[in-house]
């Protein structure tokens, strides 16, 4: 192989035994004598494939206060827009803890009222906790701005100009 010092510029060949078991060696340029690495062609190429597919799905998360979240397993969650520009779509919960906010969040709303991480919904076995993430329009739940409020099936919530309905239904066997 071929390689240039990046002193001088001046190319040298060098053979892939001079690599032996090594990432990479030290070279003496014959033009300069300064000394530059090289890294072996063999290991710097080499790429492993990740196995994202293979690693199971986690149904249970942890709140930063250590409250257990997990789905409960005899009813399907979801959220139906009542109000706004997404009206009428109805998004399934499929974690325990989903994010609601205009970029980068589970459930995406188009809507530039949200903060882009606008608030969470934490659901436990018994419970779904509604938590505003410090949004600037703030999360509405009846007419109260609320930083936390525990929600029941109908229950509904003001995120920007959404109106978003919690929905809990048995799931069909």
């Known amino acids: 192989m071929e390689v240039r010092c990046p002193h001088c510029a001046g190319v040298q060949s060098l053979s892939e035994e001079v690599f032996g078991l090594n990432e990479k060696v030290d070279v003496a340029c014959l033009t300069c004598g300064k000394t530059f690495q090289v890294a072996s062609p063999k290991i710097a190429t080499l790429r492993i494939d990740t196995t994202r597919e293979s690693a199971p799905t986690v149904g249970i998360e942890y709140t930063a206060d250590g409250r257990r979240l997990e789905l409960p397993q005899d ?58 993430l410090g949004s ?38």
């Not at 979801?78 to 989903?98: C, D, N, Y």
């Not at 600037?136 to 109106?163: C, D, K, M, P």
């Open 136 to 173: 600037t329009n703030g999360t509405i739940v009846g007419s109260q701005v609320v930083e936390t409020a525990t929600l029941t099936s109908g229950s509904t919530f003001r995120v920007g100009r959404h109106i978003l309905q919690l929905l809990i239904t048995p799931k069909a066997a």
């Open 75 to 132: 009813k399907e969650i979801s959220l139906k827009v009542l109000e706004g520009t997404e009206v009428g779509t109805v998004f399934s919960v499929a974690k325990p803890r989903i994010t609601i906010g205009r970029s980068n969040t589970d459930i995406t709303l188009n809507d530039r009222v949200v903060s882009r991480l606008h608030c969470a919904l934490e659901i436990s076995e018994d419970s779904v906790l509604l938590r505003d």
